[in-house]
């Protein structure tokens, strides 16, 4: 378990899917995230978890806040050679968007991937018409490394997807 000044990281449980389906129905938070949607059986979300448990290289989190799962988070197309992660962050209950928790959960788990996993660079993608992730991202230090022009379909229209990333070396010079 991983501690911020607002939220707890765990391990994603079996317990947790309910939860975590019933959150995947707000269609409108998800298609901030990256613009894509699509009703998913529970059922689904179980083979998902299955298939995760035997994957070594994806680390899952349930974002927690006073008991409460809000979210997830996790790094995933992960590249040990390279010593890089995607990572990726829903938060998808409209009570705890946009209060800070999403950013305390994103430095806490670059405090684990750098600090822990020995990452060198963590990277994400998000929909460009998404300016409050943007926000978050660069707000923990992520910077801009790219831009796809209309790469992504959502809400009827083609947006860019962004790319941004952080080396270990720019976070450690945030930490002071």
Known sequence: MLKGEKVILRARERED????HELEQNV????????????????ALEKNFEKHLADE?????V????????????????NRLDSC??????????????KGYGSDAIRVLLRWAFRIQNYRRIWLTTAGDNPRAIAAYEKCGFVHEGRLREHIFSDGEYV???????????????QG
Do not use: C
Not at 66 to 78: K, P, T, Y
Not at 160 to 174: C, F, H, K, S
């Open 17 to 20: 899917l309910k939860r975590l």
């Open 28 to 43: 409108e938070l998800v298609l901030q995230g990256d613009g894509n949607w699509q009703p998913e059986p529970f059922a």
């Open 57 to 61: 290289e994806k680390s899952w989190f």
């Open 63 to 78: 974002i927690e806040v006073a008991g409460v799962v809000i979210g997830g988070i996790g790094l995933h197309h992960s």
């Open 85 to 98: 992660s995607e990572f990726g962050i829903g938060i998808y209950d409209p009570e705890y968007v946009g």
């Open 160 to 174: 860019d997807l962004v790319q941004m990333g952080m080396l270990r070396t720019e976070w450690e010079a945030r």
